[in-house]
């Protein structure tokens, strides 16, 4: 059909790609009968996994220190934290933190706002590269598809500083390049990134605009692993484009869909802290404070650690929670594990 | 044949939507600073200039700031290449070869699904005495958990029967590893080496937070103290003629681009590597 295929290895998605991590599925039985042939002793088993300890002893220690450590420090949000007495000086205040963090004047619109921008940013997230997959496969062009490829997905390697650089000159309602274009056309200028009706969609227009060249990339490779001669035998029965897309295409690619959305889940209540953070301003607060920048304008700018820390930890709950539960309906519905 | 022509101009409009803010930005960049404060320049500079980019290269903060980052990728990368590595190969082994595999598994996945959270993560940093050092950059984000997943993918696609005729052969592990497994791996290794660099390159909130001394800052840290500051007086010349010239809007175009072009020059290249590793790091494993 197309270079798509370069070689044995680039096939689709495997079903058990996480699930897989922990089953050795490839030469369990092999391993048994070669352990048979050698009669390998416990004590020798143990010599020839030495090297493997070996391997992992840095990574394992700086994963005690640096990810199971903050989990440890947690425990400030059960605390009236205080600096100079340090995690076991503080005094324990129970569930304090968290009451203060319900009865925060905010807290309410801060949820909302952080999952409506996620969600919109999932949701789109899926629809925009799929999409462009979908009208890219089509060009048969190789240069053009290739330089289209590779220019639409240059925002997505470019920091949120560097983008919101360019963001708040392009969108600036005096000077930007946007509103101009609106002026010529009649229309008033929009604040995009001051108004606080129109930032969250600024926000997730931004956000598919950097990101959806990567899923593009990717959702390309998962077509072009759909077998040919689909498509041939449908052609046969006499369907046509849009019927093919929907019964051959979209369910060849729906392991890769199905992965990315519960690897995005983890992400679900990230709204996006680096990009909100360099695009927001006091007057947006309303509509585009999320999680992530509450705990950071509570924790380092007003030093309230224990509520930061609560908030944090709350977060992190509800996301673990999500993520078991849309593994399990993952499971059922299309009988795939990704964890 | 009409949805031929609208798929091309439609495609066209998405790459040009891509690439229309970096070209606006490099014409800002050489243009005058009435001529970008007066909103004429869209994508080619209007009364051309060379002064912004004068400004960047005198200005000593920001090529510090560069030489930091530069200096942050030479140190980050490779340690994270390692980590990487040295976690993916025993995490590939069958449960017959390695025991223990499964808890050391469930040991790095749960670190993805779980964390503490920006105060203790600090906290941690700081009790470590690595707040304020270029290791505080470095070390914390080591074990790129994410990464591994991907190698590791990739290292139980490679065929059984490389590894056993080697360890017929008394090879150890060690041996199988650099021998064999790095060799073939050469394509994964690239995409997770171009992850790396990217995060690091990218990665401002860190330095940020971690840094007390501003002259520390790496140099996206740098660009997002002055570029998202709506400050208009922190611009600082010597020169009143260069003042007359550029203003706080194309010298920071000029910034923001002279920190996009080691990304820009890279990544195109890199696209091989990029798709064919993510895409082989999926199959059945």
Known sequence: ?339 | MIFLIFNYAFLFILAALCIFPVLHVLALSFSSSTAASSGRVVIIPVEFTLKSYEYVVQNSSFLRAFCISLYRVALGVPINILMTIMVAYPLSRTKAQFRAKGYFTWFFLITILFGGGLIPWYMVINETGLLDSIWALVIPGAVPVFNIILLINYFRSIPAELEEAAYMDGAGHWRILWSIFLPISIPTLATITLFSLLNHWNSWFDGLILMNNTDKYPLQSYLQTIVINRDPNTITVRDLDLLKIVNERTTKSAQLFVAMIPIICVYPFLQKYFTTGLVVGSIKG
């Not at chain 1, 300890?53 to 994963?63: E, F, H, K």
């Not at chain 1, 969609?201 to 990717?218: H, L, M, P, S």
């Not at chain 1, 007057?283 to 509520?307: A, C, E, M, P, S």
């Open chain 1, 1 to 339: 059909m197309n270079g798509g295929r370069s070689d044995l290895r680039v096939d689709q998605w495997s079903q058990k790609r996480f699930a897989g991590l922990f089953k050795g599925v490839r030469s369990d039985s092999k391993d048994r009968s070669m352990e048979a042939a050698m009669q390998t002793t416990g004590k020798q088993k143990l010599k020839r996994e030495i090297p493997l300890y070996v391997m992992l002893m840095p990574a394992v220690i700086i994963t005690v220190i640096y990810s199971y450590g903050p989990m440890v420090g947690t425990s400030i949000a059960f605390q009236r934290f205080l600096p100079g007495k340090g995690l076991f000086g503080s005094p324990f205040t129970g569930l304090d933190n968290f009451l203060y963090m319900f009865k925060m004047p905010n807290i309410l619109s801060v949820i909302y706002n952080t999952v409506f921008i996620s969600l919109m940013k999932m949701v789109l997230g899926i629809i925009v590269p799929v999409t462009s997959a979908l009208l890219l496969n089509e060009v048969v062009h190789t240069t053009y598809k290739r330089v289209v490829q590779t220019i639409i997905y240059l925002p997505y390697f470019l920091s949120w500083v560097i983008l919101s650089g360019i963001l708040i000159t392009i969108l600036s309602p005096s000077e930007g390049v946007v509103n101009q274009l609106l002026g010529y056309l009649g229309v008033e200028p929009i604040f995009f990134l001051g108004d606080e009706r129109i930032f969250p969609y600024t926000i997730v227009a931004t956000d598919i605009w950097k990101n959806f060249g990567f899923g593009t990339i990717v959702y390309l490779s998962a077509l072009t692993s759909i077998d040919p001669n689909l498509y041939e035998a449908s052609v046969i029965d006499g369907a046509n484009r849009w019927q093919q897309t929907k019964h051959i295409t979209l369910p060849g690619i729906s392991t890769t869909i199905i992965l990315l959305s519960v690897l995005s889940m983890s992400n679900i209540l990230n709204a996006g802290f680096e990009q909100i953070f360099n695009l927001y301003s006091p007057t947006v607060y309303k509509t585009g404070d999320i999680i992530d920048t509450l705990v950071y304008r509570t924790g380092i700018q007003n030093y309230q650690f224990g509520v930061a820390t609560a908030v944090g930890l709350m977060k992190s709950l509800v996301v673990l929670i999500l993520i078991a539960v849309s593994n399990k309906a993952a499971e059922k519905i299309a009988g795939y594990r990704v964890f």
